[in-house]
């Protein structure tokens, strides 16, 4: 299974981002995805996620209103749009997978995770 997450760069405050990840070796229209982030020094922290027909969402209140996750199940790829961005939104995102039905912030819950992309923003 790989998840490739790409689109991260420097961006200034008040700009905007889409993020990309791109999955194989998985069923992924049978997979719940999701976006974390981790800034240095800090854990990681869910952002978004998306059911696996992508009829259900939920965001951190961090990002509601700013965010907007989403997903191609033809092209297995789950996208997350980034509008508004705040220096605090700097942190390397990654995307994750999950069968699971439960708690969609868990880090534990999700079984595939990809590398991360870099997002800074600046002030």
């Known amino acids: 299974v790989q998840l490739q997450a790409s689109g991260g760069g420097l961006v200034q405050a008040g700009g905007s981002l889409r993020l990309s990840c791109a999955a194989s070796?998985?069923?992924?229209?049978?997979?719940?995805m999701a976006w974390f982030r981790q800034a240095p020094g800090k854990e990681r922290e869910f952002v978004a996620h998306?059911?696996?027909?992508?009829?259900?969402?939920y965001y951190a209140d961090s990002v509601k209103g700013r965010f907007t996750i989403s997903r191609d199940n033809a092209k297995n790829t789950v996208y997350l749009q980034m509008n508004s961005l705040k220096p605090e939104d700097s942190a390397v995102y990654y995307c994750?997978?999950?069968?699971?039905?439960?708690?969609?912030?868990?880090?534990?819950?999700?079984?595939?995770w990809g590398q991360g992309t870099l997002v800074t923003v600046s002030s």
């Open positions: 070796g998985l069923t992924f229209s049978r997979y719940n």
């Open positions: 994750a997978a999950t069968r699971a039905v439960g708690t969609p912030s868990l880090v534990a819950q999700y079984d595939y």
């Open positions: 998306i059911a696996w027909r992508g009829a259900s969402t």
